[in-house]
């Protein structure tokens, strides 16, 4: 074998089996196509795509079933983890996730995410935080910032008014039930790398039926923010951080010992 | 088989039990909280799924999820929690999945009350939640027919892949009757186009999005075309006194149940009436009733616990000209024999068919 022929054998990167080989419909600079691939990424790793299966949410990610190789779902807004139960308990040996955006799962789907958790249920739910509706063009979201301008706070979010944006991870952290609740951000390399290994861990938490795992992923909308791709990658680190804080906000023993044994 | 003393609610959990149910979501509500509590020990034994939701929208969206698995899935409630559930009915119907919904219906608007009521005709009939298309509905009048419908609501929800809802009151509920259960039947095979990880098979995907007109044109023609041949095949109706009858009394559940006693008192008296009771409120049992109007009825009198919900459906098949008197009862409220038989009494009177001194 020569030099030559050992370096093409080896293989340092390539397209996830779990991802469809298509375009999609996402806007330039929108990190949903960076989560769909570290999700597939995961899937890939953990060497269950074949008993993996997804529940879409509604929003921008409505198709996400058309771009992860899985078995998927589409369920009604914000009823995910309702969905997920259903399919979770009639086939428990199946990986579950829900992938659902910030007005599905911290505004109209509110009660049902706080109760799959509170049930200990064995889903994993991956949290897109863009702080607005992306897909119906840029009002304001549960999880906008105060004084966010948005098409339904033209004049910025005024928390007299309009509330307070909600913390989820920190409030489903704190519900008996669920295992492993962190935050995270697609800003930059660093923060995606992160990501992953989270993501790693969520499913690698109800592989083991350790309780309820989420993963919050800080995302950017440049379309819907007004900004550039790079600009609002700079607005999610100088903005969403400092509102909400990166970490890890319940990791169970078992899913400590889960990750000492990565 | 032997016969025991049954209370409905109970009789149509042990029946879903029985015909095969894998797994049951539900919310506490009166008149139907026996069906969950019994489901709610029976399952756990049997090691199938119960959960209690935390809302009646979380628990057909649970069925919506174990629905799309293959597995036979139920939940049950009552007017207010059917309300809650209209959003995922409609998914669903769109996504073509099977599932059985018991309601117990009591009387509204609003809060209402926890009495028998059939003011949910409309709401479970004509759509079920936001588009175009009709539930199975079936109306038992008696703790039997209550356990039989819940086998044949299974059937039909899988024959169909649609939605099947069984509708009672608080009377067909909580009286108790005595009646034959069926024995167990096995659990059936899940269908191929289940859910269940894409292993060994190109990925499924179960949805209710169909973006373009053309597309979501295309998927409504195909439901309607199915409701199509669920209209011409499975009207079901049950018919009593209905030799030579002049008059029609039809009622649907407890309202036909009771309108029974009323025409059997009005054939004792000599009057030609006859009592049409829908078992499916859709598909309408349309053919069987235009056939006994054809055959020599004269006049109807429609018995209901709501406003005169069904009368729309008896006026569709029988035309504007045919004499309909309206016996309802609302918000609770069900209607006595002998309130009816005056009512039947007044119409036989003015067509000439009972004499000025019939009424007892």
């Known amino acids: ?262 | 088989m032997t016969v025991q003393l049954l209370k409905g609610n109970v009789a149509i959990a042990e029946a879903a039990v029985r015909a095969g149910l894998e797994a049951y979501f539900g919310y506490p509500i009166t008149p139907q909280t026996e069906l969950l509590e019994h489901l709610s020990a029976r399952m756990v034994e049997l090691g199938r799924v119960f959960v209690q939701a935390e809302s009646e929208v979380a628990a057909i969206n649970m069925v919506y999820g174990a629905a799309c698995t293959g597995v036979r899935t139920m939940t049950s409630s009552s007017s207010p929690g059917v309300s809650l559930m209209q959003e995922g009915l409609s998914y669903i119907a769109a996504s073509e999945v099977p599932c059985v919904v018991v309601d117990m219906m009591r009387g509204g608007p609003g809060l209402g009350n926890i009495q028998p009521s059939q003011a949910d005709y409309f709401q479970v009939t004509r759509s079920a939640g936001h588009g175009d298309y009709h539930p199975i509905v079936l109306a038992p009048a008696s703790v039997q027919e209550a356990i039989d419908l819940t086998f044949l609501a299974f059937d039909l929800a899988d024959q169909y892949r649609h939605v099947v809802l069984l509708v009672g009151d608080g009377l067909i509920g909580q009286m108790m009757e005595p009646a034959e259960m069926p024995e167990m039947r096995p659990i059936r095979p899940r269908p191929d186009w289940a859910i269940t990880g894409a292993k060994g098979r190109s990925k499924h995907v179960i949805t209710s999005i169909n973006l373009t007109a053309e597309e979501n044109e295309a998927a409504n023609r195909r439901i309607q075309a199915r409701l199509a041949v669920i209209r011409a095949r499975e009207q079901r109706s049950v018919e009593h006194y209905i030799e030579g009858a002049k008059v029609l009394v039809i009622g649907f559940g407890t309202s036909g149940r009771v309108a029974q006693s009323a025409v059997k008192m009005a054939r004792e008296a000599g009057i030609p009436v006859g009592l049409f009771r829908p078992v499916t409120l859709w598909p309408f049992p349309e053919d069987r009733l235009r056939a006994l109007v054809d055959d020599g009825v004269e006049a109807i009198v429609v018995v209901e616990m709501n406003a005169g919900q069904m009368l729309e459906d008896v006026r569709l098949v029988v035309g504007r000209e045919m004499p309909i008197a309206l016996h309802s009862r609302l918000g609770g409220a069900v209607p006595l024999p002998e309130d009816i038989l005056e009512d039947i009494v007044a119409v036989a009177q003015k067509l000439g068919l009972a004499g000025p001194e019939t009424v007892r």
């Open chain 1, 1 to 262: 074998m020569t030099l030559h022929e050992d370096l093409v054998r080896t293989v340092v990167y390539q397209h996830p089996q779990a991802l469809e080989a298509i375009s999609t419909h996402y806007c330039p600079g929108c990190t949903h196509g960076i989560a769909h691939r570290l999700i597939a990424e995961v899937i890939d790793e953990l060497g269950i795509q074949e008993q993996t299966i997804l529940v879409a949410p509604v929003g921008c990610a409505v198709f996400a079933y058309d771009y992860l190789a899985v078995d998927g779902v589409e369920a009604a807004h914000g009823r995910a983890p309702a969905m997920a139960t259903g399919i979770k308990r009639s086939l428990p040996d199946r990986i579950v996730f829900t992938y659902q955006g910030d007005g599905d799962l911290a505004a109209i789907g509110t009660a049902e995410i706080i109760h799959a958790a509170a049930r200990g249920e064995h889903i994993t739910t991956i949290f897109i935080n863009n702080a607005i509706y992306g897909m119906t063009g840029g009002q304001m979201a549960p999880t906008s910032l105060p004084d966010q301008r948005t098409t339904s706070s033209p004049f910025g979010r005024n928390p007299a008014i309009a509330g307070n944006p909600i913390r989820m991870t920190e409030l489903i952290a704190a519900i008996e039930g669920s295992a492993y609740v962190v935050r995270r951000s697609l800003h930059n390399v660093r923060e995606i790398r992160k990501a992953k290994k989270a993501i790693k861990t969520a499913f690698r938490v109800q592989q083991a039926g350790l309780g309820f795992a989420m993963v919050e992923l800080l995302s950017a909308c440049p379309t819907n923010w007004g900004l550039s791709a790079p600009d609002a990658l700079k607005w999610v680190e100088e903005h969403m951080v400092p509102y909400y804080p990166l970490g890890d906000y319940k990791v169970l023993d078992a899913v400590k010992a889960l990750e000492d044994r990565e």
